[in-house]
């Protein structure tokens, strides 16, 4: 069973900095790509930032130089660091395992969200 659990969210102001957590298991991380997804109020859910169990990344474009995911060295949490936040980051972020890729129907699990508000 996986199970993706998030933390972190707040309000910030801009120009500020903030980081998410994503619990999982190691066995996840092991079979897994991990995502960040967010979703703003009336938008599509949209792929922030994947990382390989290999280490790779991918950013998407409106992200790349101000976020940065990782994981930990046991493999057990992701993290999202977002910095010079704007408030067109405002939105629900989603930890989601999967096969990878930019798209949410490629991640079979998903977390419950966390609400980040750039205001």
């Known amino acids: 069973h996986v199970q993706l659990v998030e933390s972190g969210g707040a309000l910030v102001q801009p120009g500020g900095s903030l980081r998410l957590s994503c619990a999982a298991s190691?066995?996840?991380?092991?079979?897994?790509?991990m995502a960040w997804f967010r979703q703003a109020p009336g938008k599509e859910r949209e792929a922030v930032a994947v990382?390989?169990?290999?280490?790779?990344?991918v950013y998407a474009d409106s992200v790349k130089g101000r976020f940065t995911i990782s994981h930990d060295n046991a493999k057990t949490t992701v993290y999202l660091q977002r910095d010079s936040l704007k408030p067109e980051d405002t939105a629900m972020y989603y930890c989601?395992?999967?096969?990878?890729?930019?798209?949410?129907?490629?991640?079979?699990?998903w977390g419950q969200g966390t609400q980040v508000t750039v205001s």
């Open positions: 190691r066995y996840t991380y092991s079979n897994y790509c």
């Open positions: 990382i390989g169990s290999d280490g790779v990344t």
């Open positions: 989601a395992a999967g096969l990878g890729g930019m798209l949410p129907q490629l991640y079979n699990f």
